[in-house]
């Protein structure tokens, strides 16, 4: 069973910086997963913020591209979200996330997704 931990959640201003870090200790990321950042903001369905599949391709949604950077270091076996300029529109909670088949920026497909972190909380204020 693998575990995703993730870390680097907090609070922030509007315009400010933040860097989730997702690691596992149990199991070694290697170029074929397929690993992502997905977010819930209350009241809503969980969505995917960025991913990157096993070609090394990284895909953004469209509400973070040009202020989020996905960044996958096998040597350190962390998945790394950077975020910037942050917006009130971000707060949510932060889930990392592994399959071994298949990652698709479709929201509808996100329940396929094999592997979960227990979520880091992002909260931005205006």
């Known amino acids: 069973q693998v575990q995703l931990l993730e870390s680097g959640g907090g609070s922030v201003q509007s315009g400010g910086s933040l860097r989730l870090s997702c690691a596992t200790s149990?199991?070694?990321?290697?170029?074929?997963?397929?690993l992502g950042w997905f977010r819930q903001r209350s009241g809503n369905w969980r969505e995917p913020v960025a991913i990157?599949?096993?070609?090394?391709?990284?895909r953004y949604a469209d509400f973070v591209k040009g202020r989020f950077t996905l960044s996958k270091d096998i040597a350190k076996n962390t998945l790394d979200l950077q975020m910037s300029s942050l917006k009130p529109e971000d707060t949510a909670m932060y889930y990392c996330?592994?399959?071994?088949?298949?990652?698709?920026?479709?929201?509808?497909?996100?329940?396929?997704?094999?592997?979960w972190g227990q979520g880091t909380q992002v909260t931005v204020s205006s």
């Open positions: 149990e199991y070694t990321f290697t170029n074929d997963d397929y």
């Open positions: 990157i599949d096993h070609k090394g391709i990284i």
């Open positions: 996330a592994a399959d071994w088949e298949r990652m698709t920026m479709n929201p509808v497909r996100t329940p396929e997704i094999g592997y």
